[in-house]
């Protein structure tokens, strides 16, 4: 069965930066692309980019470009996003997700990221 | 980026019927149509279906989708109180090349 199991709940200072991963197992990790979505408390889902595990290219944001970058380790069947120069905004659940043809298909289980002097 | 538009909520009574609705334009929801994802308090979302696909295998048959130009539609018939959760469609925008959602629609059921 399809499984996406995201690293644990971070903690980080304004101005640093946080890198987080998601282990696909179940299905070819190459074959999907990779979204990566956050949900700010109360709000709503916000896109913030996908990343191609076979070749390695990527698609973000507007919002995000210049903070973000997503790549993979194909060997571990892993992606992973970091987002750098945090701020109180970013405090957030971010998922990944599993890019199928019609939509964003399997998704992490989330993990809570907490910008906070 | 501009987002696809939803309403932020929708109340209807215990086995009644409720349709929930996400507009965007022709480089998102009139190019490649909208899924719909389910999201529970406390629980990530949960991929139900997409606009133009038939209803994937364990998908209650009380919900059904479907999609007329910029407009992609959720209906979700005999309200039941486990579908009280937060509805949000999602697209591909072409012209952004981005994945853009809704704000999502809260359904309560009374």
């Known amino acids: 069965q399809v499984q996406l199991v995201q690293s644990g709940a971070e903690v980080k200072k304004p101005g640093a930066s946080v890198k987080v991963s998601c282990k696909a197992s179940?299905?070819?990790?190459?074959?999907?692309?990779m979204h990566w979505v956050r949900q700010a408390p109360g709000q709503g889902l916000e896109w913030m980019g996908r990343?191609?595990?076979?070749?390695?290219?990527?698609n973000y944001a507007r919002k995000f470009q210049g903070r973000v970058t997503m790549t993979r380790d194909t060997s571990i069947n892993t992606a992973f996003m970091e987002l750098s120069r945090l701020r109180s905004d970013d405090t957030a659940i971010y998922y990944c997700?599993?890019?199928?043809?019609?939509?964003?298909?399997?998704w992490g289980q989330g993990l809570q990221v907490t910008v906070s002097s | 980026q501009a987002g696809l538009a939803q309403p932020p909520s929708v109340s209807k009574g215990l086995r009644q019927t409720a349709t929930l609705t996400c507009t965007g334009n022709?480089?998102?929801?009139?190019?490649?149509?909208a899924a719909w994802l389910q999201q529970h308090q406390g629980h990530p979302p949960k991929f139900l279906s997409h606009?133009?696909?038939s209803r994937p295998s364990g998908m209650s048959e009380r919900f059904s989708t479907s999609r007329s130009g910029n407009t992609a539609s959720l209906t979700i018939t005999g309200l039941q109180p486990e579908d009280e959760a937060d509805y949000y469609c999602?697209?591909?925008?072409?012209?952004?090349?981005?994945?853009?959602f809704g704000g999502g629609t809260k359904v309560t059921v009374l």
């Open positions: 997700a599993r890019g199928a043809p019609a939509g964003p298909d399997y």
């Open positions: 179940g299905y070819t990790f190459t074959g999907y692309y």
């Open positions: 990343i191609n595990p076979n070749s390695g290219g990527t």
């Open positions: 022709s480089n998102n929801v009139g190019n490649q149509g």
């Open positions: 606009s133009d696909n």
């Open positions: 999602s697209a591909w925008d072409s012209s952004l090349s981005a994945r853009v």
